[in-house]
T-cell receptor
Framework: KQEVTQIPAALSVPEGENLVLNCSFTDSAIYNLQWFRQDPGKGLTSLLLIQSSQREQTSGRLNASLDKSSGRSTLYIAASQPGDSATYLCAVYGGSYIPTFGRGTSLIVHP | DAGVIQSPRHEVTEMGQEVTLRCKLISGHNSLFWYRQTMMRGLELLIYFNNNVPIDDSGMPEDRFSAKMPNASFSTLKIQPSEPRDSAVYFC????????????FGSGTQLSVL
């Protein structure tokens, strides 16, 4: 059974810092990995999706990388802003096409 | 496109009552997922449909929970009878199954069972 772990569980940083959020998974036989953002009281919003044949995806200040062999993905946030404050979740898609979610990293960026 | 639409946004009910949560998929999507989110357990998959057929319902807690897709664009999740431990946020999410496609979530239903 796939298990997804996200470290750290919570993070508080001053504005302007570059951040790295980590996601690790136990079964490397995946075909996609997707990063989401969740604001309090809201649903999940897709940020980036990396297919298994890709090593990374970029969108604006966000960069997600994938290393299947080591069972890891990282989400890099450059020049963090207070508006980046949210919970970030990763979801790993196995052969059954059913995503398994991590518990998320709760991020606070203070001015 | 309006995205995945869930109703109601909030539901407060008394223990023992029937609760029905609704979800409208994004047009053209043929996979539907129902999730439950709590602080204790995070996001838990309840059931997964593909082309209106339930593929994996191993996450459905017990017989009190049932889910249907009466057509390709709509789904319901029913709890009967409801219990206080069912209190959570319930999300549905949809996507196409062409492979490599993103999953899109609704805004969720906040359920409180008193």
């Amino acid at each position: 059974k796939q298990e997804v772990t996200q470290i750290p569980a919570a993070l508080s940083v001053p504005e302007g810092e570059n951040l790295v959020l980590n996601c690790s998974f136990t079964d490397s036989a995946i075909y996609n990995l997707q990063w989401f953002r969740q604001d309090p009281g809201k649903g999940l919003t897709s940020l980036l999706l990396i297919q298994s044949s890709q090593r990374e995806q970029t969108s604006g200040r966000l960069n997600a990388s994938l290393d299947k062999s080591s069972g890891r993905s990282t989400l890099y946030i450059a020049a963090s802003q207070p508006g980046d404050s949210a919970t970030y979740l990763c979801a790993v898609y196995g052969g059954s096409y059913i995503p398994t979610f991590g518990r998320g990293t709760s991020l606070i960026v203070h001015p | 496109d309006a995205g995945v639409i869930q109703s109601p946004r909030h539901e407060v009910t008394e223990m023992g009552q029937e609760v029905t949560l609704r979800c409208k998929l994004i047009s053209g999507h043929n996979s539907l997922f129902w999730y439950r989110q709590t602080m204790m357990r995070g996001l838990e998959l309840l059931i997964y449909f593909n082309n209106n057929v339930p593929i994996d319902d191993s996450g459905m807690p017990e017989d009190r929970f049932s889910a249907k897709m009466p057509n390709a664009s709509f789904s319901t999740l029913k709890i009967q009878p409801s219990e206080p431990r069912d209190s959570a946020v319930y999300f549905c999410a949809s996507r196409t199954d062409r492979g490599g496609e993103k999953l899109f979530f609704g805004s969720g239903t906040q359920l409180s069972v008193l």
